[in-house]
Structures are given as C-alpha cells and as structure tokens.
C-alpha cells in the first residue's frame, strides 16, 4: 500500500509550541487554525509553507490513489493523445457502467454523471428551493420556501450552506447518537411531507452510521417525502450492501463518488442514482453538456474497477483508526465517537486550542466552531501505520491537560 508522499518520520517541535504543563493564551481569531475552520479539510493555505507535516485534516482515504491507475493515465497521454481533442462524447457511458457494478449491479440507467456529489448537492439545492413536490414524490404543488426541505444536522458545510434555506434538525444533546439521529429523521420525514430531507450516511464529521435496514423503513413509512442520502464516505466503511442503491422505493436519492474511498478528491467524478425517473430527469436539465471531463471519467472508471485495492485498504485503515481511538480516548476520554470510519471526531466545547496546539507540533486536524446547526470538536483522521501514529502521540503527550480534562 502507498504511504503518502512527504510523511515525517521523526517528531517535529514547532517554534512558539508550549512547554509541557503550560497552558498557552487564547487562539487568536487571526491565527491559521481559526481560519481553516471556517474551510474544508486539507485546505492548508493560511498556514506558512512547511508548517505542517502530517495533515490529518483530509477526509479520504490517505493510502490512494491507487497506482495502477497512473499507468491507465499514462496509456491514455501517451499512446492515444488524439482522444483529447475531441469533446468527451460517451465518456460517461463506461463510467456509470463501472459505477452501477460498484454499488452492487444497480441498473445504470438509474445512475447521473456528474463533477462529483457537490454538483449534485448544488443543482439538488436549487430544484428543492422552488416549488416543491407534495401529495406523492415528483408531482410540483407549491410549498413555503424553506418549509420544504429538511437537513439532518450536523452535515457537511458545503451542504449545510447550500441548503441554507432549510430546516436545520439539530441534535438536543451535546454529544449525539444514532439513536438521536434516526429519531430526528423521522420527524424531519413527518414534517417535511411532500418536501425533502437531506442527510449525510456515515455523518459528517462525527461518522454517525444509520443501517440500511431502518433508513429504508423511515423511507417507506413516508414514501411523499423525498430521503436524499449523501453515502461519500460509505466506501470507508463497508461495501455495496451498506448502500440504499438499488432499493426498490421511488422516493430515496442516493449521492456517490469514487473520490474519498480511493484518495483522490481532485478527480471531480460522482454519480446520483434515484428510481424517480421525473426527479432524475429534473436534475439532468440543470447539468452541463459534457458533465464529465475524460480524464475524470478515465481515473475514476479505471479505479472503481480495482474493488481488491479498496478492500485491502479500507481493511489497513479500520486497524488503523482502531488505534486512534484509543489513542484519542486516552486523552480525551468518552468525548471521542465511536465509529467504524477512516477518522475520529472528539466533542470539545473550544477546539481551537487543541487544533492551535497540534498545528504548533506540524499536524493539521479539522477543527469545527459551535454555532447554529455546528457540532464542536476536531475530527482527525486516522495516521497511517505506526510512524504516524507515534508523531500524534508525541504532540498529544504534550497536550496541556487542562486542555484534555475540561475539553
């Protein structure tokens, strides 16, 4: 498996890092960690060049890409240069084939091409703000705008500002569960009848999972209600059968991609697969031309084809989040979820100090501010075997504690 490029591999102390015992002023709100919180993980730019050496703020699979995909890359560049000149016609054609054969052999004529799940998340965003559905799914009655469209929060931030018109259902508790988040989907499914809820399925950034199993019974209790699961991160955590792909209700949109479960976010390749024949074809007027590029539709066909490498992987990166756990429980005892994912999330009511402290040690971890429908904490993504590992002890022994035993 590929250790990402430029991984240290011995312990960095940073200038201005505290002395061990000492508790350090305030993170300003000018310092870089204050405004990579208000970004997207691996957005490194306010930090100065070499600040950080493990970056731990990425949501993706940090084994990829795969390497056998360069050679597919190469193939193309090098030996039919020709297929660039042309507009990508059909190129889609092979990619949603691979697609419907990674969620399981659904029929891919039920799969959207598009420049991954953000598109969708936008077009998605724009068609639910008009007049919405009521009555059954597809047909359009007026409906309040924003009265229609329910987000199970937290969630992304891209989808919570894309949907910022919508119903925010947060969690009451200070640390949510599944049992929470189930509970509020059903409400929101009641509330929203005739309308949409959106929810992210593992949830981002705690990695809450709901089961297939209840998601498609609250699905068919309210079947005027359209469930739009973005499953991104699904492919970290098990294969096909965790999908709702393939169910036979009209009323379920799934969101995919290839880009998190093989490590390569900046091929822009995802797919929205839903039986609703007039919602897919709403979707469809509003993307572009072309929706693929063909080196997107390239990398990412070639990829999906390769489901022993996402196995093996997938496999290297549960142990590997197994030991963060404990790692992190060590210091931060019950405020760390438990969750079958690629990263962590730790509940603490200021993240900053604990982000700025770890930055001090050259690690990047994402850290999420509270206010509105946001959760508060850091959510740190599994290291990469011991090497790495040993680098976040490292700078979590020098955690003041305070930081650790009031977070």
Same mark, same amino acid.
């Given at each position: 498996?590929?250790?990402?490029?430029?991984?240290?591999?011995?312990?960095?102390?940073?200038?201005?890092?505290?002395?061990?015992?000492?508790?350090?002023?305030?993170?300003?709100?000018?310092?870089?960690?204050?405004?990579?919180?208000?970004?997207?993980?691996?957005?490194?730019?306010?930090?100065?060049?070499?600040?950080?050496?493990?970056? +731990?703020?990425?949501?993706?699979?940090?084994?990829?890409?795969?390497?056998?995909?360069?050679?597919?890359?190469?193939? +193309? &560049?090098?030996?039919?240069?020709?297929?660039?000149?042309?507009?990508?016609?059909?190129?889609?054609?092979?990619?949603?084939?691979?697609? =419907?054969?990674? &969620?399981?052999?659904?029929?891919?004529?039920?799969?959207?091409?598009?420049?991954?799940?953000?598109?969708?998340?936008?077009?998605?965003?724009?068609?639910?703000?008009?007049?919405?559905?009521?009555?059954?799914?597809?047909?359009?009655?007026?409906?309040?705008?924003?009265?229609?469209?329910?987000?199970?929060?937290?969630?992304?931030?891209?989808?919570?500002?894309?949907?910022?018109?919508?119903?925010?259902?947060?969690?009451?508790?200070?640390?949510?569960?599944?049992?929470?988040?189930?509970?509020?989907?059903?409400?929101?499914?009641?509330?929203?009848?005739?309308?949409?809820?959106?929810?992210?399925?593992?949830?981002?950034?705690?990695?809450?999972?709901?089961?297939?199993?209840?998601?498609?019974?609250? =699905?068919?209790?309210?079947?005027?209600?359209?469930?739009?699961?973005?499953?991104?991160?699904?492919?970290?955590?098990?294969?096909?059968?965790?999908?709702?792909?393939?169910?036979?209700?009209?009323?379920?949109?799934?969101?995919?991609?290839?880009?998190?479960?093989?490590?390569?976010?900046?091929?822009?390749?995802?797919?929205?697969?839903?039986?609703?024949?007039?919602?897919?074809?709403?979707?469809?007027?509003?993307?572009?031309?072309?929706?693929?590029?063909?080196?997107?539709?390239?990398?990412?066909?070639?990829?999906?084809?390769?489901?022993?490498? +996402?196995?093996?992987?997938?496999?290297?990166?549960?142990?590997?989040?197994?030991?963060?756990?404990?790692?992190?429980?060590?210091?931060?005892?019950?405020?760390?979820?438990?969750?079958? &994912?690629?990263?962590?999330?730790?509940?603490?009511?200021?993240?900053?100090?604990?982000?700025?402290?770890?930055?001090?040690?050259?690690?990047?971890?994402?850290?999420?501010?509270?206010?509105?429908?946001?959760?508060?904490?850091?959510?740190?993504?599994?290291?990469?075997?011991?090497?790495?590992?040993?680098?976040?002890?490292? =700078?979590?022994?020098?955690?003041?504690?305070?930081?650790?035993?009031?977070?």
């Amino acid at each position: 498996m590929h250790k990402p490029t430029g991984t240290p591999i011995t312990p960095k102390r940073r200038a201005g890092q505290p002395a061990e015992g000492t508790l350090p002023s305030r993170t300003p709100v000018s310092s870089p960690v204050y405004e990579t919180a208000h970004r997207q993980g691996g957005d490194l730019r306010s930090y100065s060049a070499g600040q950080i050496s493990l970056d +731990l703020s990425v949501c993706h699979n940090r084994y990829g890409p795969p390497r056998h995909i360069l050679k597919s890359v190469h193939e +193309l &560049l090098v030996k039919h240069p020709e297929d660039l000149a042309p507009p990508p016609y059909g190129c889609e054609v092979p990619y949603l084939e691979a697609f =419907a054969a990674h &969620l399981g052999g659904v029929d891919p004529d039920h799969l959207l091409p598009g420049r991954g799940v953000t598109e969708f998340l936008t077009v998605l965003a724009r068609v639910l703000s008009s007049p919405l559905h009521g009555g059954s799914v597809g047909s359009e009655l007026p409906c309040p705008r924003g009265r229609g469209v329910g987000v199970i929060a937290p969630d992304y931030t891209e989808t919570m500002s894309l949907f910022h018109y919508a119903d925010f259902h947060s969690p009451t508790n200070p640390q949510d569960s599944a049992e929470q988040r189930l509970h509020r989907l059903r409400q929101a499914m009641t509330r929203h009848t005739g309308g949409a809820v959106i929810l992210s399925n593992p949830c981002n950034p705690t990695g809450i999972f709901l089961t297939r199993e209840d998601l498609l019974q609250v =699905a068919d209790e309210h079947p005027s209600t359209l469930l739009v699961v973005d499953e991104e991160y699904l492919g970290l955590r098990g294969g096909p059968e965790l999908s709702l792909a393939g169910t036979d209700l009209d009323n379920v949109v799934v969101l995919q991609s290839a880009g998190k479960s093989y490590g390569m976010v900046g091929v822009r390749a995802g797919v929205l697969w839903t039986r609703n024949d007039q919602l897919r074809q709403r979707v469809a007027s509003q993307l572009i031309r072309w929706p693929l590029s063909l080196l997107d539709a390239h990398v990412a066909t070639a990829a999906l084809y390769d489901k022993a490498w +996402l196995a093996v992987t997938r496999a290297a990166i549960h142990d590997d989040a197994a030991r963060l756990e404990t790692l992190l429980a060590s210091v931060f005892g019950s405020r760390v979820v438990d969750a079958q &994912l690629h990263y962590r999330f730790v509940h603490l009511p200021d993240p900053l100090p604990v982000a700025e402290h770890l930055s001090n040690c050259g690690i990047a971890v994402r850290a999420f501010i509270p206010g509105g429908a946001r959760v508060s904490g850091i959510r740190v993504t599994a290291p990469n075997g011991p090497q790495e590992l040993a680098l976040l002890t490292d =700078a979590l022994t020098t955690l003041p504690s305070i930081w650790a035993s009031t977070a």
